[in-house]
């Protein structure tokens, strides 16, 4: 385990490392429950939703860690499930088999990237101040989730300015399956909530253990943090011990759901039926398109900004990224991990799976290797006879750790060059859009298109990267094409 991990040379040992893959497990877990309630609103089954999750980020999570050694995990993207849901199913009117048909071919146009180097040149493309935004950038994203999950805050928005509910009119009335999204303009505003709530309080006791923890540099400190304040739920009564249903949750059922999307694809109601109509084709390529890009710039958001703060990849690893053949580089071998990620989930019949941000925390609490990964797998794969008891792990538990996490990462902010307008202005965007867009790849979009309006009003446009300029007319493409979606 030694030999092949390289734990000494990574100045870790086998019990942090299982510590940390255990931390991003419980810091991510949230989505086996996220999942099936979004991705169930096209009428897929909710329990097969349940496996192919679980089974779609142990197998990926379980691949990155043995073929590239690094510490991240893997599950179907946040966001890009509510595109699947809301705007490829509801909005454009295809079905869910149709759906999934996409993301498969997603999965292995971002596989073919990925072998024909295209992903790894972005990587050296992006200017080390821009990687130092992005790592801040996702402090600040993950901060943000946090305090969210956390419950501190909690928003107004006057009927006005109500935009659309259920994808629908703003002015409808009747809800028959009740009301599951409303979308609001700008004029939403943010605000403290009333400290009434026991809820809010634990988290903020939770912060506070963990914060204790951290400064006494306890070895993991933030899973010791996310379980002592799980424990401390139950008498609070924020955790409800009568709530397990062990019955409704059985394996039998579920897997008997799972064959109504394993391989659906591949029927005539998947990608035959998908290409049936060559008058949707252009539709049909926009929206992997627009797969595609997220899940793209997530990923290499997740590894900049996660990866070269902690030493996970150091400046060699970029460096024979840039001159290795094939996979023999650390960075080509993560990047390749991640890729054939959406290619499991599609087959099982979920969503496009990716690098989560939430490996922050497990990378937070000392995780250096792929044994982190490989313990949040098998925590996936425990899943399914647990999955009952998750529900004892309450969002207030894990929210500190993510609000910790958030303020390690914020310290790359320092090495970036304020007093250069020119850098401070792509820097801020890409920083601060991460957090209030709640997005990575919308947060790199900024600073880019920001940095590019810069290189031209500077006439220095020669001086940026082809794949730069490549990637901000993608970029603006992807916004106007989601703008006509």
């Known amino acids: 385990m030694e030999n092949f991990f390289k734990l000494k040379e990574n100045n870790t040992s086998v019990s942090t490392e299982i510590m940390a893959g255990i931390t991003t497990f419980l810091a991510m877990s949230y989505i086996l429950f996220v999942n099936p309630a979004i991705l169930s609103q096209t009428g897929m089954p909710s329990q097969a939703i349940f496996l192919a999750t679980l089974f779609a980020s142990a197998i990926s999570t379980l691949f990155i860690g043995l073929f590239a050694n690094v510490p991240y995990a893997l599950a ?29 071919i997603c999965g292995l146009f971002n596989i073919l990237i990925t072998v024909t180097k295209v992903r790894k040149e972005l990587i050296r493309a992006i200017p080390e101040f821009l990687q130092h935004a992005i790592s801040a950038g996702i402090g600040v994203f993950i901060g943000y989730i946090g305090i969210k999950n956390a419950g501190l805050l909690q928003f107004i928005s006057d009927a006005p300015n109500i ?6 009119p703003a002015d409808a009335t009747s809800f028959p399956e009740g009301v599951y999204t409303v979308l609001t303009n700008s004029a939403i505003v943010p ?15 939770g912060l506070a253990i963990t914060v204790i923890l951290m400064i006494r540099n306890v070895k993991g400190a933030i899973l010791i943090g996310i379980l002592l304040t799980s424990i401390i739920a139950i008498p609070m009564g924020v955790t409800d011990l009568s709530s397990l249903n062990m019955a409704e949750n059985s394996l039998g059922n579920a897997f008997g759901e799972l064959g109504q999307t394993f391989l659906v694809i591949f029927t005539p109601a998947g990608l035959p039926s998908l290409f049936s109509d060559l008058t949707r084709l252009p539709i049909v390529l926009m929206t992997i398109f627009a797969f595609s890009l997220s899940d793209i710039f997530d990923t290499i958001g997740t590894f900049i900004g996660t990866g070269l703060k902690t030493g996970i990849f150091t400046s060699q690893d970029i460096q024979d990224l840039e001159n290795s053949t094939g996979f023999d ?33 497990g990378i937070g609490a000392g ?7 490989i313990s949040t797998a098998v925590m996936f794969l425990l899943a399914m006879f647990l999955a009952p008891f998750l529900s004892l792990v309450p969002a207030a538990a894990t929210a500190p750790a993510l609000i910790i996490v958030g303020i390690l990462m ?9 007093d250069d307008f020119s850098i401070a202005v792509p ?13 990575i790849s919308n947060g790199i979009a900024a600073g880019f298109i920001t940095y590019g309006l810069i290189k031209l009003c500077k006439g220095e446009a020669k001086d940026l990267h082809p794949l730069m300029w490549i990637s901000i007319i993608l970029f603006l493409l992807n916004y106007g094409i989601l703008a006509i979606l």
């Open 76 to 104: 179907p993207g946040m966001g890009l499930n509510a595109f699947f849901t809301y705007t490829v199913v509801f909005s454009l009117g295809f079905t869910w088999q149709e759906a999934l048909s996409m993301v498969f």
């Open 191 to 205: 605000e403290l909530i009333k400290f009434n709530n026991p809820s809010v309080f634990l988290a903020l006791l």
């Open 329 to 361: 580089s650390k960075m080509d071998k993560a990047l390749f991990g991640d890729a054939i990620g959406t290619f499991f989930g599609a087959l099982l019949g979920t969503s496009n799976t990716t690098t989560y941000v939430e490996s922050a925390a």
């Open 367 to 373: 995780g250096r290797t792929g044994l982190t990964s």
């Open 427 to 439: 820097s801020f965007f890409t920083a601060i859009f991460m957090g209030l867009a709640y997005s």
């Open 163 to 168: 935009v659309s509910i259920n994808g629908g």
């Open 410 to 418: 914020l310290a790359s902010i320092k090495e970036i060059e304020w």
